[in-house]
């Protein structure tokens, strides 16, 4: 692949491709394609991106997922094709996915209801996932912020993604990795050259036009997250789908939490930051 920029992520791709190579970017159903890795990425340090979460379908890293409360996750709908029987699925915290920080039990999973489980369909790619009991929040297991819905993160701003990637238990994605990406306006995305009109209100482009680094290894479901000027990181996106990966001119599509943001809040009823006990560092 060449020399790499800066954080380009080292992890597995998803599953289930569809007409023109489009991805949803985890492991869906029964399948998985040929695991595909871009060499290069960065390791996160322990406690780095503590409201990453693991969600697991009977014990299996299945996606990523945030903490946006000490008993709620956000995540992406179409993680949950394998089934939504609570009793099958846990989640865990940390860094690492063995051994985790914690581990909880999961009480109840809500898929958008204008989510239309297709394989073509991109649209309302958005979950809440309520947990059994809540989470002990400490410096290195913790919520990240909700944007309010009216909250615009600007064109080129700097995000980051994270995510296991892993698609089988290999003992070589035990780690998490991240990824520095750029927002990419929906005005570029929806060129001819790029998605031709495919991004949607409630999506978001974030990565780079010229290829090579790209998200899209990462677990969908998992945190595209911003800092602000305080040093108080916010939830931007939700790893959904993207054309092959590393492309170019085909940077990650994200689900837009803004757009999303009054329906997360009639399913959960949570403020914008469920918890500031801790600010963490910018990497």
């Excluded at 409360?69 to 699925?89: K, V």
């Excluded at 991109?122 to 809440?128: G, N």
């Excluded at 909700?146 to 909250?151: D, Q, V, Y």
Aim: net charge neutral.
């Amino acid at each position: 692949v060449g020399q790499l920029s800066l954080g380009c992520l080292s992890l597995s791709l998803g599953a289930h491709i569809t007409e023109g190579s489009v991805i949803f970017r985890g492991q869906q159903g029964g399948e998985m394609s040929p695991l595909e890795r871009i060499a290069g990425g960065q390791l996160a340090r322990d406690g780095e991106w503590p409201w990453q979460a693991s969600i697991q379908l009977d014990g299996i890293h299945r996606c990523g997922a945030s903490v946006i409360s000490n008993t709620w996750l956000l995540t992406a709908a179409h993680c949950f094709r394998g089934g939504i029987d609570p009793r099958r699925w846990t989640a865990s915290f940390g860094t690492l996915l063995r051994p985790p920080k914690q581990k909880k039990y999961v009480r109840n999973i809500i898929i958008h209801e204008e989510y239309n489980d297709h394989v073509h369909n991109h649209e309302y790619d958005v979950a809440v996932v309520e947990l059994a009991s809540p989470i002990k929040f400490t410096s290195d297991v913790h919520s990240v912020c909700l944007p309010e819905a009216s909250h615009v993160f600007p064109d080129n701003a700097s995000c980051f993604v994270t995510g296991w990637g892993a698609l089988r238990n290999d003992g070589d994605v035990n780690q998490l990795r991240q990824a520095e990406v750029k927002i990419i306006s929906t005005r570029i995305c929806n060129t001819r050259q790029v998605y031709h009109g495919m991004i949607t209100p409630g999506m978001l482009c974030a990565g780079y036009l010229e290829g090579q680094v790209d998200a899209c290894q990462g677990d969908s479901g998992g945190p595209l997250v911003n800092a602000n000027s305080r040093g108080i990181w916010y939830l931007v996106g939700i790893v959904s789908w993207g054309d092959e990966c590393g492309k170019l001119n085909k940077p990650g599509v994200y689900t837009r939490v803004t757009y999303y943001r009054d329906w997360i809040a009639s399913k959960t009823n949570l403020s914008t930051c469920a918890y500031l006990g801790y600010k963490t560092r910018k990497p």
